[in-house]
């Protein structure tokens, strides 16, 4: 196991090829077309707005009807396109960005990232396997496709209850992954893994709106203090006064995620519930998000 630190942000990107960029400018420039072609359609015509119910983020498929009035500038936008040019440049950073992105293609190993570091690692197939099946074994039991189907009717007739069918795609099978926890101890001769599963429904979505109008109505009832970012606790800890006589409790929650139990799930909504915080029918919502891992 190598460490490698490139030393620079891996949100970097390589200069694409222009084919591959053309490509990508037509496709969002027809995304940007589809956007103003609604909002004129909905001011041109305020009488057919559609009617306000929740669809909890999910964007409608239909294609918005071509407005007259935008006819012109839609020809003069995509003639841009047409007319883009492209000149070569001589960048040192690119040209180093070309041969890492190189080395890792012609590697015989993978180059896996560090969980909460810059670093990166160099690992054979056979030991991020191994690392990968001990992290999905120890939370997850092994299935069939019976029950993959089974959640899917599931997450059907849920799609189907609130009027999102239309907008909601069926879960793709992903494969799971894992990054490296190197700032724990003993890492070398231990190392520990953050297991991340990308095969989830996207129902969540529904939960989510719906626990954070919850929590959001829980802070207001019960007067507890919570933060969800870095600047939040900036901003409560410059306003405490006497920060001498005051202090901090650290601590780590391990396997945070794995530890929520469908019980804790409950009585927590029930908690909820008994708060006026949520109600009797968005706890089902919530318990229709399941997670099913793919090995690899």
Not at 186 to 195: Q, S, T
Not at 249 to 262: A, K, L, Q
Request: hydrophobic share 35%.
């Amino acid at each position: 196991m190598d460490q490698i630190n490139y030393g620079y942000s891996t949100k970097n990107i390589t200069i694409p090829q222009r084919s591959e960029y053309i490509k990508t400018l037509i496709e969002k420039t027809e995304s940007f077309i589809k956007r103003l072609r609604w909002k004129a359609y909905f001011y041109l015509n305020p009488d057919r707005s559609p009617p306000g119910k929740e669809n909890y983020g999910f964007k409608s498929r239909k294609c918005p009807p071509q407005i007259k009035e935008l006819s012109a500038f839609e020809n003069d936008l995509l003639e841009l396109i047409s007319h883009v040019k492209f000149k070569n440049v001589k960048c040192a950073f690119h040209d180093q960005l070309d041969r890492d992105s190189t080395s890792i293609k012609n590697s015989d190993k993978l180059v896996i990232p560090a969980d909460k570091t810059t670093n990166f690692y160099n690992l054979s197939l056979d030991l991020y396997n191994k690392l990968l099946v001990d992290n999905i074994t120890a939370t997850y039991k092994a299935t069939d496709n019976n029950v993959v189907n089974e959640i899917n009717r599931d997450a059907k007739c849920l799609a189907t209850k609130l009027d999102l069918a239309d907008r909601i795609d069926i879960p793709a099978k992903k494969e799971a992954y894992i990054t490296l926890k190197d700032h724990k101890p003993n890492f070398v001769a231990k190392p520990k893994c953050r297991l991340i599963n990308p095969a989830k429904s996207e129902l969540g979505k529904i939960s989510k709106v719906i626990l954070d109008k919850c929590n959001s109505k829980l802070l207001a009832v019960t007067k507890i203090q919570q933060w969800k970012n870095t600047m939040a606790v900036v901003s409560w800890f410059s306003n405490l006064a006497n920060k001498s006589t005051t202090s901090f409790i650290c601590f780590d929650i391990v396997d945070f995620y794995p530890s929520i139990t469908e019980d804790l799930l409950s009585q927590a909504l029930n908690f909820a519930l008994l708060n006026d915080a949520i109600s009797e029918q968005e706890p089902r919502h919530c318990y229709a998000l399941q997670e099913v891992p793919t090995l690899p």
